[in-house]
């Protein structure tokens, strides 16, 4: 038996000698190392398993629970934003709207594109930083919409709000509004150039580029607070 099914072995056999309630919170991953004799690198990969096989569930920052993971964890906006991070949440951003952009380019109406426009030039005129959040919400809420699909409109509208709920811990940098030179500008505009021309690949890409820079800004900012 080689260790790490040694650990799951051991592991199993505490759960049944203590006799824990259903949704206990199990002890930490230090006293379970010591409890058990096993690493802490051991023990991860055992609760690993488990977890996969639904007997525990992990809540980040509050514990392992026996059990599987309650359904309502993930109904709710809340719910959901408790249980993801920041890195999860760009990651997400990354898979869903680089392609809205790329079906906003072909499905875009004359309305759509004039909204994007005014989103665009109203963000270079703002005088703070949460009137231009405001406007960045608006301009991607409305290539979103102008994918016309329901039902990516209504993931994106989800992923949104568990995005403005999960709090990233950050200081915004002086000045009190973004420079001329901020680099999301540039990447709106190019992305809304492209939903114009009616081209998805160019579309598509230029939001993947835009994202990837903002999470790049995010993690440094992050990092330096």
């Known amino acids: 038996m080689?260790?790490?099914?040694?650990?799951?072995?051991q592991l199993?056999?505490?759960?049944?000698?203590?006799?824990?309630?259903?949704k206990a919170r199990l002890p930490s991953?230090?006293?379970?190392?010591?409890?058990?004799?096993?690493?802490?690198?051991?023990?991860?990969?055992?609760?690993?398993?488990?977890?996969?096989?639904?007997?525990?569930?992990?809540?980040?920052?509050?514990g392992t629970f026996l059990g599987a993971r309650p359904v309502q964890e993930l109904s709710t906006v809340g719910g959901i934003a408790?249980?993801?991070n920041p890195r999860e949440v760009m990651r997400?951003?990354?898979?869903?709207?680089?392609?809205?952009?790329?079906?906003?380019?072909?499905?875009?109406?004359?309305?759509d594109l004039e909204e994007m426009d005014r989103c665009v030039v109203a963000a270079r005129r703002v005088e703070s930083w949460r009137h231009y959040e405001n406007w960045d919400n608006r301009l991607h809420r409305a290539v979103a919409e102008a994918a016309g699909n329901t039902v990516l409109l209504a993931l994106f509208d989800l992923l949104n709000a568990v995005r403005r709920t999960v709090v990233w811990?950050?200081?915004r940098p002086k000045p009190e509004r973004p420079p001329a030179d901020h680099h999301s500008f540039a990447e709106h505009e190019a992305i809304v150039a492209a939903i114009h021309e009616r081209d998805t690949i160019g579309a598509t890409e230029a939001m993947r580029a835009h994202l990837v820079k903002v999470e790049q800004k995010l993690v440094t900012v992050r990092t330096a607070a």
């Open 12 to 22: 199993k056999a505490y759960l049944a000698q203590h006799r824990l309630p259903e």
């Open 169 to 171: 811990g950050r200081l």
């Open 2 to 9: 080689d260790e790490g099914q040694g650990a799951l072995t």
């Open 92 to 111: 997400a951003r990354l898979l869903l709207e680089p392609s809205l952009a790329g079906e906003a380019a072909l499905n875009a109406s004359g309305a």
């Open 29 to 62: 991953e230090r006293v379970l190392c010591e409890e058990l004799g096993v690493s802490r690198g051991e023990l991860r990969k055992s609760l690993a398993i488990l977890e996969a096989e639904g007997a525990i569930w992990r809540h980040v920052g509050k």
């Open 82 to 84: 408790d249980l993801t």
